[in-house]
């Protein structure tokens, strides 16, 4: 067990709709990282909030957005969901550090989404 | 931009057999190199990392040395078993920041008893 914990573990719904991810990170850790795992694309890294900011931003779509509340954790928001959206997210949490972590990232059991 | 290649899979091997896992990358700087590995339903776990030429990382009985006239970061075991069986990724990231770690497309490995 990692420490990191995401809700839900499995989402189905259908195309246009919108859902939350839910992560709260290792007790102490204040980065939180989002990752996206799907077969054609493999793992790929979205987006980094730092002690509620954002840091980093990968291959996130627009229609995707993500934020981190003063207890650090986080959720991300995909709308307008299209069939391609299908995939793992993974969220990931790390002690953190504001001039970049030197830390392992901590991985939840992540959210299997199901678009229909 | 950077980029992590490894060997395709999946890889399917007896007990106690041999492990290697290939796993080039291409860094327009000078990366940390880390072993991932993610068991059936399961995140992804840091296996092992190396910081720079030469240094080997070593858990668990695997091994992978930093080789940067090769760009290369191979994965090794000397006898596996059937719990070894798991998803393995490759990646990079800066080397003062492991925030942006880039993952390689994975290998499965199965050990058969």
């Known amino acids: 067990d990692s420490g990191v914990t995401q809700t839900p573990k499995h989402l189905i719904t259908a195309t246009g709709q919108r859902v939350t991810l839910r992560c709260s990170p290792r007790s102490g850790d204040l980065s939180v990282y989002w990752y996206q795992q799907s077969l054609d694309q493999g793992l790929q890294f979205l987006i980094q909030y730092y002690n509620g900011e954002e840091r980093a931003k990968g291959n996130i779509l627009e229609r995707f957005s993500a934020q981190q509340f003063p207890d650090l954790h986080s959720e991300l928001n995909l709308s307008s969901l299209e069939l391609g959206d299908s995939a793992l997210y993974f969220c990931?949490?790390?002690?953190?550090?504001?001039?970049?972590?030197?830390?392992?990232?901590?991985f939840g059991p992540g959210t299997r989404l199901t678009v229909l | 931009g950077d980029s992590v290649t490894q060997m395709e899979g999946p890889v399917t091997l007896s007990e106690e057999a041999f492990l290697t896992i290939n796993c080039t990358y291409t860094a327009t700087g000078y990366p940390s190199l880390f072993w991932y590995v993610q068991y059936p339903g399961e995140g992804l776990q840091l296996l092992l990392k190396?910081?720079?030429?030469?240094d080997k990382g070593s858990n668990k009985g695997f091994e992978a040395t930093y080789r940067k006239e090769t760009t290369s970061f191979h994965l090794e075991k000397g006898s596996v078993q059937v719990s070894d069986s798991a998803v393995y990724f490759c990646?990079?990231?800066?080397?003062?920041?492991?925030?942006?770690?880039?993952f390689g497309p994975g290998t499965s490995l199965s050990v058969i008893p």
């Open positions: 990646a990079l990231s800066e080397r003062t920041s492991y925030d942006k770690v880039i």
């Open positions: 990931a949490s790390s002690v953190g550090s504001a001039s970049g972590s030197r830390n392992e990232q901590f």
């Open positions: 190396a910081t720079k030429a030469d």
